[in-house]
């Protein structure tokens, strides 16, 4: 395992994390909460499994608040710097801890974990991170933080509640637009990765008891879709779902349980004008599982 603080402790986010683009590495975030260390753990299994290395971040703020950052004279390992580093080495020794053989990269950087994560998201191949942090409500099921950068990364974003699932599905809630088809790709290399089962979901939506809003008769065409893109994942085991009630995000939400992950793309077929789509964000906030959600 190794460290990578250099340059880090003035607010340089933009330095590379990995040298090659097809060895984007495994990105979380960690502050010592409950989630980030389950988040962790779901992070150090993945990269193990993917083949990938995993780095832990540690975003401070401190630096912005004040310059006395030093020890305090005649106390050892005392100070706001080293209580930063000795965050930082209990995520990546709770990584080694559980895959020893997982290379596991750290960075310390200074700045807003909801803008600096978001910037190192452009190199990484996926950015994990927790429910709620140190900071965060504790009767809120989802932080701001998790909700930014499910909204605003640049790669996938994994939120995790669940640090070792046991259930051998992978779900992938679609609606037909570029998102979801983007998100059909992410969940099925995760469920290769994962060895998992890959599952195709699409709820139709009845909003009135009419003709209208009846099912479609035959093969549902936004399925039909999302298996040509998978044709050629010859390797996986793809099933179909599909579902139909009044609500889109309450059916995904009962997924969540009973699933090794649920996929959703960040923006539906009608979203406009946002970054996260009204039922993603439902999700996120009502899910008892891990949710991710792809750009």
Request: aromatic share 4%; with cysteine.
């Amino acid at each position: 395992m190794t460290g990578d603080k250099t340059g880090d402790m003035t607010g340089d986010t933009t330095g590379a994390i990995d040298g090659t683009a097809a060895r984007r590495p495994v990105l979380v975030g960690y502050d010592g909460s409950d989630g980030a260390k389950r988040a962790v753990l779901w992070a150090s299994r993945y990269a193990v499994a993917a083949q990938l290395p995993l780095v832990v971040v540690h975003c401070w703020t401190w630096p912005f608040f004040t310059h006395d950052l030093g020890p305090v004279p005649g106390v050892q390992d005392s100070g706001l710097r080293r209580e930063a580093e000795r965050l930082m080495a209990e995520g990546q020794d709770l990584a080694t801890g559980a895959e020893p053989d997982l290379v596991v990269r750290t960075r310390l950087v200074v700045g807003f974990p909801s803008e600096a994560l978001v910037r190192l998201s452009a190199e990484a191949s996926l950015l994990v991170t927790g429910t709620r942090g140190l900071g965060g409500f504790a009767e809120l099921l989802i932080g701001s933080v998790s909700l930014h950068l499910a909204a605003s990364a640049s790669c996938p974003v994994m939120v995790v509640r669940d640090a070792r699932p046991t259930h051998d599905t992978v779900v992938v809630a679609l609606d037909g637009s570029p998102a979801s088809d983007r998100a059909a790709a992410t969940a099925a290399d995760v469920a290769r990765t994962l060895h998992k089962r890959l599952q195709l979901l699409h709820v139709h939506v009845q909003r009135r008891r009419r003709q209208s809003d009846a099912p479609p008769e035959g093969r549902d065409p936004v399925l039909e879709r999302a298996a040509t893109l998978l044709a050629g994942a010859t390797d996986l085991s793809v099933t179909e779902a599909p579902a139909a009630g009044h609500s889109a995000a309450g059916f995904i939400v009962q997924r969540t349980s009973d699933a090794s992950c649920v996929f959703l793309g960040a923006r539906g077929s009608h979203s406009t004008g946002t970054r996260l789509g009204s039922t993603v964000h439902a999700v996120l906030h009502h899910a008892k599982g891990n949710v991710g959600v792809v750009p």
